[in-house]
Nanobody
Framework: QVQLVESGGGLVQAGGSLRLSCAAS????????MGWYRQAPGKQRELVAR???????TYADSVKGRFAISRDNTKNTVNLQMNSLKPEDTGVYYC???????????WGKGTLVTVSS
């Protein structure tokens, strides 16, 4: 059974930082592309950042220079360091695991990030 469990969300003032973590089980973690997505109220879910098995990273333009994604294959975890947070970063952040072939996608239940102005 695949499980992705997010942690680290919360309430922070604009300009502050948060670090999200996602613990994965039930998958061959090192082979999966891991990603963080977010969904703001009334908006569609969007990609925030992802990291491949080869450590190649992709970021949404809105978070470049402020967020950093990393993975630890020994602990089966993926982290998202979020700095200089803005109110528009508010939303539910979801962890995602995508199989190498892309035919399987797994999601966590999400963790809420609220950035106050």
């Amino acid at each position: 059974q695949v499980q992705l469990v997010e942690s680290g969300g919360g309430l922070v003032q604009a300009g502050g930082s948060l670090r999200l973590s996602c613990a994965a089980s039930g998958i061959i973690f090192s082979r999966n592309t891991m990603g963080w997505y977010r969904q703001a109220p009334g908006k569609q879910r969007e990609l925030v950042a992802r990291i491949t098995s080869g450590l190649s990273t992709t970021y949404a333009d809105s978070v470049k220079g402020r967020f950093a994604i990393s993975r630890d294959n020994t602990k089966n975890t993926v982290n998202l360091q979020m700095n200089s947070l803005k109110p528009e970063d508010t939303g539910v952040y979801y962890c995602n695991a995508a199989s190498p072939s892309g035919d399987r996608n797994y999601w966590g239940k999400g963790t809420l990030v609220t950035v106050s102005s």
